[in-house]
């Protein structure tokens, strides 16, 4: 079992930045890919971000590319998504996710987080 807990978000004004932490824990998660999803309140959860298990392979959704960077910490054990440029329709439950591969994460991950809140006011 993989257990994901966010925390991190909060109430920023535009143009300001944001990071996201998820702190992870379970059996052999070290070799788990991890990646960041987005739900409004009126569309679909989004993709964000996904990283492999290293660290060393990213990709981004496009309407982040550029102001969100995602990282993960030197023990493998937490997820980062740091957030600049902070935009209105930025504001959304943000997700932690996690599967056995990076592709596995972006189409169907295996464990999820409870979702932390980040909102971008104009």
């Known amino acids: 079992q993989v257990q994901l807990v966010e925390s991190g978000g909060g109430l920023v004004q535009a143009g300001d930045s944001l990071r996201l932490s998820c702190a992870a824990s379970g059996r052999t998660f070290s070799r788990h890919a991890m990646g960041w999803f987005r739900q409004t309140s009126e569309k679909d959860r989004d993709f964000v971000a996904t990283i492999d298990w290293s660290g060393g392979t990213t990709y981004y959704a496009d309407s982040v590319k550029g102001r969100f960077t995602i990282s993960r910490g030197s023990d493998k054990n937490t997820v980062y998504l740091q957030m600049n440029s902070l935009k209105p329709e930025d504001t959304a439950v943000y997700y932690c996710?996690?599967?056995?591969?990076?592709?596995?994460?972006?189409?169907?991950?295996?464990?999820w987080g409870q979702g932390t809140q980040v909102t971008v006011s104009s």
């Open positions: 996710a996690a599967s056995t591969s990076l592709e596995g994460v972006r189409f169907g991950p295996q464990y």
